[in-house]
């Protein structure tokens, strides 16, 4: 499959909403998971969710509840749809590709580029 490309990042205000897009080509027919990961100005990247191939989910605590990640398929996009957005939420954000060989085909540990997210107070 081809690299991670996101989408949907920009600056908005706090309690806002905000949805991101990981789009990877063949997605789908490789059987990839994706996780979304955020990285802050002068912290260290840290997990935010994960969804695997089969559609299982999960969340970091500082985002569960307002998070929601989801597939389609169709489109070998994974979103993460962002809600009740806080400045501590502004950070790099940028997914990754997960395999579980050998079960799946999909080339994991696959990173895009990263889309910026910024909420201001």
């Known amino acids: 499959q081809g690299q991670p490309v996101e989408s949907g990042g920009g600056s908005v205000q706090a309690g806002g909403s905000l949805r991101l897009s990981c789009t990877v080509p063949?997605?789908?027919?490789?059987?990839?998971?994706v996780g979304w990961y955020r990285q802050a100005a002068g912290n260290q990247r840290e997990w935010v969710s994960s969804i695997t191939s089969t559609g299982r989910a999960a969340y970091s605590d500082s985002v569960l509840g307002r998070f929601i990640i989801s597939t389609d398929k169709n489109k070998d996009t994974v979103y993460l749809q962002m809600g009740s957005l806080k400045p501590e939420d502004t950070a790099m954000y940028s997914c990754k590709t997960t395999s579980s060989p050998p079960f799946t085909p999909c080339t994991g540990d696959l990173w895009g580029q990263g889309t910026q997210v910024t909420v201001s107070a």
């Open positions: 063949g997605l789908t027919s490789n059987q990839c998971g």
